[in-house]
């Protein structure tokens, strides 16, 4: 019983930025990995960013890289994608998971994560 919360995406021009926030509540023992995926219209979703809980690793997608910055509150049980530079190809429904074991090399992948927010809408423009 893990609920994710998101809120923080919106319309931006190119090379602005947002912060994403997701709230996390329930059996929270069971955060190990958390990501950030993103799922634009015909296409697949990806994996954006994952921390290990506490921090002391971060993956990036080499899209996100440079420009994209994910951290937890542990404390709070809330993480954060704050996203920089955005371009009109970073416009996707954003959404923040959680997988009870660790990141791994397969971080970016859907599949091994098992609790899901939402979705929140990110649209870049010009």
């Known amino acids: 019983q893990v609920q994710l919360v998101e809120s923080g995406g919106g319309s931006v021009q190119a090379g602005g930025s947002l912060r994403l926030s997701c709230a996390v509540s329930g059996y929270t023992y069971a955060i190990n990995c958390v990501g950030w995926f993103r799922q634009g219209p015909e296409k697949e979703r990806d994996g954006v960013a994952a921390?290990?809980?506490?921090?002391?690793?971060?993956h990036y997608a080499d899209s996100a890289k440079g420009r994209f910055t994910i951290s937890q509150d542990n404390y709070k049980n809330t993480f954060y994608l704050q996203m920089n530079s955005l371009q009109p190809e970073d416009t996707a429904m954003y959404y923040c998971?959680?997988?009870?074991?660790?990141?791994?090399?397969?971080?970016?992948?859907?599949?091994?994560?098992?609790?899901w927010g939402q979705g929140t809408q990110v649209t870049v423009s010009s």
């Open positions: 998971a959680i997988h009870a074991g660790p990141c791994g090399g397969i971080w970016y992948i859907p599949r091994p994560y098992e609790y």
């Open positions: 921390t290990y809980a506490g921090g002391v690793s971060t």
